[in-house]
């Protein structure tokens, strides 16, 4: 069982930072394999931002975010985290984190059918 709980977000205006966390409670029998943000605006479906994969470190962005944001976890917390610069109003979503911990045959980074566990969310608005 995994369990994660996010932290972080907040208001912040156009153009300026925020640091979002993702802190994962894990059984001792499981183990994380790859960790993602997905962000979801009201009345849309959620979209990836960004995975780390825990053992090799290698990242993916989506294109909307590429060379702003930047994910990173710390092994011995358990945490993952997404620093956001240059934020835009179309950033402002429900910032959820997600973690597979089972490996699978086919398996899509980018699709949020394919991450067992999610956290509640935490809000990211940016205004103007």
């Known amino acids: 069982q995994v369990q994660l709980v996010e932290s972080g977000g907040g208001l912040v205006q156009a153009g300026g930072s925020l640091k979002l966390s993702c802190a994962a409670s894990?059984?001792?029998?499981?183990?994380?394999?790859?960790m993602a943000w997905f962000r979801q605006a009201p009345g849309k479906g959620p979209d990836f931002v960004a995975s780390?994969?825990?053992?090799?470190?290698?990242?993916y962005y989506a294109d909307s975010v590429k060379g702003r944001f930047t994910i990173s976890k710390d092994n011995t917390k358990n945490t993952v985290y997404l620093q956001m610069d240059s934020l835009r109003s179309e950033d402002t979503a429900v910032y959820l984190c997600?973690?597979?911990?089972?490996?699978?045959?086919?398996?899509?980074?980018?699709?949020?059918?394919?991450?067992?566990?999610w956290g509640q969310g935490t809000q990211v608005t940016v205004s103007s």
């Open positions: 997600a973690a597979v911990d089972q490996y699978k045959t086919k398996f899509l980074f980018n699709a949020y059918d394919n991450y067992d566990y």
């Open positions: 894990i059984a001792s029998s499981h183990s994380v394999l790859t």
């Open positions: 780390i994969f825990w053992r090799s470190d290698y990242t």
